[in-house]
């Protein structure tokens, strides 16, 4: 069993940083996507990064390429998602989700192929 616990949401102003984090237990296999999802009220569940255990690779959706930054530690316990320039449209509540194997640019779009969830962490943006 895989647990994910996320952390670090809040109310920041536009243009402002934030820093998430997932707190991940149970990982007994080294290729695991780890990523980054949200959802905001009425819209669909989308996802805004990844970070591959394997080797560390990272991916990101168009809307956020250049702001959000997906990092963990040595020793693939804790993951980030490091969010600058946020804007209105980033308010969502934030999830972290595992998937077995390495990210790939489909991992994104396919919220079927993660098995594990965290509980999800709220991030509003305002002005």
């Known amino acids: 069993r895989v647990d994910l616990v996320e952390s670090g949401g809040g109310d920041v102003q536009a243009g402002g940083s934030l820093r998430l984090t997932c707190a991940v237990s149970?990982?007994?296999?080294?290729?695991?996507?780890i990523a980054w999802f949200r959802q905001a009220p009425g819209k669909e569940r989308e996802g805004v990064a990844g970070?591959?255990?394997?080797?560390?690779?990272?991916i990101y959706a168009d809307s956020v390429k250049g702001r959000f930054t997906a990092s963990r530690d040595n020793d693939n316990t804790m993951f980030y998602l490091e969010m600058t320039m946020l804007k209105s449209d980033d308010s969502a509540i934030y999830y972290c989700?595992?998937?077995?194997?390495?990210?790939?640019?489909?991992?994104?779009?396919?919220?079927?192929?993660?098995?594990?969830w965290g509980q999800g962490t709220q991030v509003t943006v305002s002005g």
């Open positions: 989700a595992k998937d077995a194997g390495d990210c790939f640019r489909a991992s994104l779009v396919r919220t079927d192929w993660f098995t594990d």
């Open positions: 149970g990982l007994t296999y080294s290729h695991n996507c």
């Open positions: 970070l591959s255990t394997s080797n560390g690779a990272s």
